[in-house]
């Protein structure tokens, strides 16, 4: 087959395979499309906060699926310990920094594929200074207001020099993605004058549309909702889990699927109030979430109310399409409005838990052929969601078209 596309680009990333992030299905796209790609990350140990077995925790180097990968040593413990997850995004941003110049010789362009601390975007800066590279960023969470949002100071000294640090990284980027229209506006103040900022959304992933069968039990009484990805304070579950709580259990049936650090919380509130209608599955295998979903009558997507939030479009939503069950959002801003302007299903304000119960009954007692109405709807906007037509987007942004 003839490649489409000549070039060559290193790709920094926090995460990489086998850790299983969208990532993953770019640097793949980009090698099968012609491109030389490179990749600089650390050791995998995400989720679990252990390392893969088969990799060492030190500086690497080796192919991998036509790929040359440059990992380095990541610090673990981040899971248990706030202290070691900050050193680990220190760790990350100084190990990528000394390995760049290196790395980068010889290259078309460096991506960064920013899904955490923009600290990890360093890189870029040291890059522009001695290599005059092209260099783009795709962010997925936007500085300084996630930081703002997990409860650190937007005033004062700290404020002041957390906008500084991000001003400084954004003037290295001759391009910003983002992953939410709704982040566009947040970054302008920080990208220096005349910088294209564009919206690259998301696609399904690869691993998710192989549909494997479920491993974990998805019976339930009357109507069943399930949930999909991280179970953290981000999500507010914890007004939906209460709304449940008061729909009589042969009504509906609200399914946990995927881990995170509010579980155990959430399972002590189930414990606690008595909730029979609510049970959590754990973790599965990427490739077995579009089976589970197509096993139940609705999606449920529940985001903080937070501001930051509430311009973001989860990963999620994506994979929510592609599983065709309608959505039960949870959220306000983005998401909430594609849900109400496309026609997906029910929004609903996450504060009002009293609002949720009733949208709860409301979808659990819709007619089959409005059900039919949401799950069409879902089909034609995940052609907007297309791989090959973001990733040549992308390609294009790079240059290497």
Wanted: aromatic letters at 10%; proline letters at 4%.
């Amino acid at each position: 087959m003839e490649k489409s596309i000549k070039g060559s680009v290193l790709v920094i990333s926090e995460r990489y395979y086998p850790e299983r992030f969208l990532i993953n299905d770019l640097v793949s796209q980009l090698v099968l499309d012609g491109a030389d790609v490179r990749v600089l990350t650390q050791a995998p140990s995400y989720p679990e906060d252990r390392l893969y077995p088969g990799y060492e925790n030190r500086t690497t180097r080796c192919i991998e699926n036509g790929v040359s990968v440059t990992r380095f040593k990541t610090v673990l413990g981040y899971k248990s310990s706030l202290f070691n997850k900050l050193l680990n995004y220190v760790s990350f941003m100084a190990r990528s920094c000394l390995l760049v110049l290196r790395e980068s010789k010889d290259v078309d362009a460096v991506f960064v594929y920013h899904t955490g601390p923009l600290t990890q975007a360093l890189p870029l800066a040291i890059v522009k200074l001695f290599r005059r590279t092209r260099t783009v960023i795709w962010t997925q969470d936007v500085w300084p207001d996630a930081v703002f949002a997990y409860g650190f100071p937007s005033r004062g000294a700290f404020a002041v020099l957390l906008k500084a640090f991000v001003r400084f990284i954004y003037r290295f980027s001759d391009e910003v993605l983002v992953s939410s229209p709704g982040f566009v506006d947040r970054l302008k103040p920080y990208c220096r004058s005349g910088t294209s900022i564009r919206f690259v959304p998301q696609w399904v992933p690869d691993a998710f549309l192989r549909a494997d069968r479920p491993s974990v039990d998805l019976r339930g009484e009357g109507t069943r909702f399930i949930f999909t990805g991280n179970i953290g304070t981000m999500q507010n579950l914890e007004n939906v889990i209460k709304a449940f709580g008061r729909i009589d259990p042969q009504t509906a049936t609200f399914l946990l699927l995927g881990d995170g650090n509010s579980k155990a919380r959430f399972e002590e509130l189930v414990s606690r109030e008595g909730i029979r209608n609510v049970r959590f599955l754990g973790s599965v295998e990427v490739s077995e979430v579009k089976a589970s979903i197509e096993a139940c009558d609705f999606s449920v997507l529940s985001l903080s109310s937070n501001n930051l939030i509430s311009l973001t479009i989860p990963a999620k939503f994506q994979t929510y399409l592609a599983a065709g069950r309608p959505i039960l959002s949870v959220a306000r801003g983005e998401v909430n409005g594609l849900v109400e302007s496309k026609g997906l299903g029910i929004a609903v304000d996450p504060e009002d838990i009293d609002a949720i119960a009733e949208a709860i009954e409301r979808v659990s007692k819709s007619a089959v052929e409005e059900r039919s109405v949401w799950s069409q709807n879902m089909t034609m906007l995940l052609r907007s969601f297309d791989k090959e037509t973001i990733v040549k987007e992308i390609e294009t942004v790079l240059q290497l078209r």
